[in-house]
């Protein structure tokens, strides 16, 4: 599960919106009353009426913050957690306990704790993945989209953790160099005479060949993995 930074926002543990600031402004019209948030600023926070339906139930929590020109800015906290479970995660400041709807405040809590781990990992996404270059209009076809990114984002870190196990070199590799240099060596593809792959070999000269031919051999039963000229 990955947790998005943009004007769609979600704590939850299931499922995610993709970022879209006119969706969450569009779900967050039928948020019938703001509470004012007595923490911060030019902040109100709101029970979504009419949530975008998901397979399994959830919250739906509307944010919005007062911009330096006046207008709002709109964000969407969408969680499958009740208040019993967000007690054993966030304690709720006095100034909030005897406000209404108590699970708006222990889910705003709660995402006010967040660290800076997911924002680093949406922007590798961006730069390695391009996951910002490609939009859809229509959300179930953006939702389909943001879960393909997520697959890919996941292949992309099982593959750096089965290579770094075998090399330290790629331990610090990130999905952008993971993308652009490593998933990019040339090489050559020797078959059998039955179509079946019987050798590999790559590009001698690319920088990372020599440890990803090491790295990635033991995965390969029955393939070899060579290095030469190409």
């Not at 054993?88 to 406000?99: D, F, N």
Request: with cysteine; glycine share 6%.
């Amino acid at each position: 599960m990955k947790i998005s930074t943009g004007s769609c926002l979600a704590i939850t543990f299931s499922e995610s919106l993709a970022y879209s600031a006119k969706r969450a402004e569009k779900v967050l019209k039928s948020v019938q009353t703001w509470y004012a948030d007595s923490k911060v600023k030019g902040r109100e926070v709101g029970l979504v009426a009419s949530p975008h339906p998901y397979v399994k139930p959830t919250t739906q929590i509307g944010v919005r913050s007062r911009r330096k020109n006046g207008k709002w800015s709109y964000h969407l906290l969408v969680t499958n957690l009740s208040v019993e479970q967000f007690q054993q995660l966030y304690y709720l400041p006095p100034m909030w306990r005897h406000c209404p709807e108590p699970i708006l405040w222990f889910a705003l809590g709660v995402y006010d704790l967040r660290g800076g781990g997911c924002e680093t990992e949406f922007k590798a996404d961006k730069h390695g993945l391009g996951i910002t270059k490609r939009n859809k209009k229509k959300f179930e076809a953006q939702q389909m989209l943001q879960l393909l990114a997520d697959l890919a984002h996941n292949l992309c870190i099982w593959v750096k953790t089965a290579l770094a196990s075998q090399c330290r070199r790629f331990a610090p590799v990130g999905i952008l160099r993971l993308v652009r240099d490593v998933f990019t060596i040339s090489g050559q593809v020797v078959l059998d005479a039955r179509g079946n792959i019987k050798q590999i070999i790559l590009n001698q000269e690319d920088p990372f060949a020599d440890e990803f031919q090491q790295a990635i051999q033991p995965f390969l039963n029955g393939i070899t993995v060579n290095l030469g000229k190409i």
